[in-house]
């Protein structure tokens, strides 16, 4: 410690020889130990007690409660060098219990606190951005359950996420609403998409459920295409085109089947996306044509060029990339999660 203005008092230690009481009515023999005999030694300065301000060597400083010659109580410390200043509980020296952190840059933190750093319950607002984020820490960082708000506005209609967090990152079980609209409700491994989750396409009608892996489509899983009444537990997906079956990164692969809104039906293989390989296609007439599918295609007619099975709905696969200025075939929007705009560094 550099120095220290404030509170003290005086330490009484057992000696043979006393010093000068600080009560000038009051002397040594007088406060001679009836266990011991010995008189008490003062030492004239004391240690710290009381309120107090103390300057360390490095810059950083304590404006606060000290008790016997440690800071204890509550108090600001300031971390000179970092911009950082601490207002809160602290215990034995360290900062511990509940306080609050605003950096140099705006940010604030209040909350929880154990040797230091955010642990326990707390909210975390960013200055650059609005974000605000209120739930677990651990060692400083997100963890357990909490809501992450993107923009600060507090609205189940406003971009959010809700959930299991593990090291800063969406983890476990977990709602996040986009910007867009669209939501998605399911499991998270380390900020991606991976288990079996639902994801909402608001803005294009669309619906998937399943199996997820590294934010795509992966596993099994149904992707429908809604219509006005539809609701997912209701038989109006008879009347919607839908595909269940086994997809691989993000595209129908594997097999599959096709519901067609009109009542045809595809069973059988799919490669990236397409038709291809063998297959059973069933018309809304009942007729049926089995065989060979190549690029999601028919085999060539007897007398004439093949032709393209029914056209189907083109798969809108957004909101499932990191990168919010990535595309897609066809163009698909890709929605940001909002990470950039609450990035924790401190």
Not at 61 to 88: A, L
Not at 241 to 266: D, I, K, L, M, P
Not at 271 to 276: E, L, R
Request: hydrophobic share 30%; charged share 25%.
């Amino acid at each position: 410690m550099l120095s220290y203005e404030g509170d003290r008092k005086a330490v009484v230690t057992e000696s043979e020889e006393g010093d000068e009481a600080p009560d000038k009515d009051r002397t040594p023999d007088d406060d001679m130990s009836e266990s011991t005999g010995k008189k008490p030694k003062y030492k004239p300065l004391g240690v710290m007690h009381g309120n107090g301000l103390a300057r360390f060597v490095g810059g950083n400083t304590y404006e606060g409660s000290f008790s016997n010659g440690m800071m204890h109580g509550s108090g600001r410390y300031t971390f000179t060098s970092s911009n950082i200043v601490y207002k809160g509980d602290v215990a034995y020296n360290v900062l511990t219990g509940e306080g609050s952190f605003k950096w140099g840059n705006g940010d604030v933190y209040v909350g929880a606190v154990l040797n230091g750093v955010r642990h326990g319950f707390g909210t975390f607002t960013s200055n650059a951005t609005g974000a605000v984020y209120e739930g677990g820490w651990l060692n400083g960082v997100r963890e357990g359950k909490g809501t992450l708000w993107f923009t600060g506005e507090k609205s189940a209609t406003e971009p959010h996420y809700s959930g299991g967090w593990k090291k800063n990152q969406r983890h476990g079980v977990g709602k996040i609403r986009y910007a867009s609209g669209n939501i998605y409700e399911g499991e998270w491994e380390l900020n991606q998409k991976n288990g079996e989750g639902v994801m909402v396409w608001e803005d294009s009608n669309e619906v998937y459920a399943g199996q997820w892996k590294n934010d795509k489509q992966h596993g099994e899983g149904t992707h429908i295409w809604k219509e006005e009444d539809f609701n997912m537990g209701d038989t109006t997906k008879q009347r919607c085109n839908r595909y269940e079956g086994e997809w691989r990164e993000g595209v129908r692969h594997g097999t599959g089947t096709f519901f067609y809104a009109n009542g045809s039906q595809y069973y059988g293989q799919w490669k990236n996306n397409v038709k291809d390989g063998f297959g059973c296609l069933t018309f809304s007439s009942g007729a049926v044509w089995e065989g060979i599918f190549k690029n999601d295609r028919m085999p060539a007619k007897e007398g004439r060029e093949s032709e393209a099975v029914e056209a189907q709905i083109k798969l809108n696969i957004s909101d499932i990339m990191k990168d919010g200025n990535s595309t897609m075939g066809g163009g698909a929007r890709i929605d940001a999660a909002g990470e950039d705009a609450f990035a924790i560094s401190h």
